[in-house]
């Protein structure tokens, strides 16, 4: 689903801040990636829907080389999905508009089918009564699962999410999460930046450590937990467990 090889990518301002990074998804798997603030993350998971561009390397998203000028972009982005720390709704939309608005703009759908398919996704997430109200009505871990919501009614192949619990109290972190674990349990292919180590060890495949622009260490939640092989990895473990 994802091929990333060799990654390179400066800021305008020269800062080299992907140092060849290459990272290879199947398709149904989950991959979590770790690592300190300021390591690349987000920037490398957004290249994968052409919200960064890249200089050198290259990515192939499902068979669709994302060449260096983001030509495919449209189709990219309708494929792959993305869920941000900061939920970024429209705070002046329903909570139903937020999640029609793409489908009906974009894939074309009708209203009426754009609404019907997004009851079934608030079903799913788990707040269809909320489906007429605002964001700034509803808790951080209410829109958080809007947000996913909205990012699954373009029915995308790939969900990428950047610590989507990172900005949410502590008791709603775990409604979040339980959502996430529902979609891999589906079979989605997902791209996780979390530090949340229990949702690692049950649901990724392989976790990742970033760190100054590079992938360090990668294995599977037991081998990169018990037995890390890298000083970075076993540093930054001593910090977060
Ligand atoms: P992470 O998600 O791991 O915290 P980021 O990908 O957000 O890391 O940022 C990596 C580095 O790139 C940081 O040092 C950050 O300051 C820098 N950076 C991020 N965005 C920009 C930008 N638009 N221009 C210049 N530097 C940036
Ligand atoms: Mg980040």
């Not at 994302?66 to 309708?78: Q, V």
């Not at 891999?184 to 622009?213: I, N, P, Q, Y």
Request: charged residues 25%; contains cysteine; aromatic residues 8%.
């Amino acid at each position: 689903m994802i091929i990333a090889e060799n990654v390179e990518k400066w800021y305008d301002n020269n800062f080299h801040v992907l140092r060849g990074v290459s990272l290879t998804v199947k398709k149904g798997e989950v991959v979590v990636i770790m690592g300190p603030s300021g390591s690349g993350k987000s920037t490398f998971i957004r290249t994968f829907n052409a919200l960064e561009a890249y200089q050198k390397g290259r990515i192939i998203i499902d068979g669709i080389h994302l060449s260096h000028d983001l030509k495919n972009i449209e189709t990219i982005r309708r494929e792959v999905g993305m869920v941000f720390q900061q939920f970024n709704l429209f705070p002046h939309l329903s909570v139903l508009s937020n999640i029609t608005l793409a489908p009906i703009w974009v894939r074309r759908w009708t209203k009426a089918r754009a609404e019907e398919v997004a009851m079934q996704l608030l079903e799913r997430v788990g707040i269809l009564e909320q489906a007429h109200k605002f964001p700034g009505q509803l808790s951080g871990g209410q829109q958080q699962r809007v947000a996913i919501a909205r990012a699954l009614a373009m029915q995308p192949k790939i969900m990428l999410f950047d610590e989507p619990t990172s900005a949410l109290d502590p008791e709603m972190v775990r409604e979040v999460l339980d959502v996430m674990r529902s979609l891999a349990k589906s079979g989605m292919t997902m791209v996780c930046v979390t530090h949340e180590v229990g949702f690692a060890r049950e649901v990724a495949d392989r976790v990742v450590l970033m760190a100054d622009g590079v992938l360090v260490e990668e294995g599977t939640p037991e081998a990169f937990f018990n037995t890390p092989q890298e000083e970075r990895t076993k540093k930054f473990l001593s910090q977060i467990l």
